[in-house]
């Protein structure tokens, strides 16, 4: 089925910039939309970002919106999260989620990449 890894995870101080990647292998072809998510130490997982691959549509939450770009490059089936003007609250584990066609659900996750913006 579908495997998905993220990287571009690190450390930087606010304000800085940081891209994410999410490859994608094995049926990218089942799959119509890819998103992000995060989960802060003691919190739960919340959605952040996500990509329609047919209509090139986005969508993002309020705590993100007009500092994170998400994108895709339909060569190499990778999502892409753009994140500027980095805040302390983005520190989180971000995750790759892929919603399946067959389910319409997000049934694919990669192994998460960690943020950390430093005061």
């Known amino acids: 089925q579908v495997q998905l890894v993220e990287s571009g995870g690190g450390l930087v101080q606010a304000g800085g910039s940081l891209r994410l990647s999410c490859a994608a292998s094995?049926?990218?072809?089942?799959?119509?939309?890819m998103g992000w998510f995060r989960q802060a130490p003691g919190k739960e997982r919340e959605f952040v970002a996500s990509?329609?691959?047919?209509?090139?549509?986005?969508a993002y939450a309020d705590a993100v919106k007009g500092r994170f770009t998400i994108s895709r490059d339909n060569t190499r089936n990778t999502v892409y999260l753009q994140m500027n003007s980095l805040k302390p609250e983005d520190t989180a584990v971000y995750y790759c989620?892929?919603?399946?066609?067959?389910?319409?659900?997000?049934?694919?996750w990669g192994q998460g990449t960690q943020v950390i913006i430093s005061s």
């Open positions: 989620a892929a919603k399946s066609t067959r389910t319409g659900s997000y049934d694919y």
């Open positions: 094995g049926g990218t072809f089942s799959t119509n939309v």
């Open positions: 990509f329609i691959w047919s209509g090139r549509s986005t």
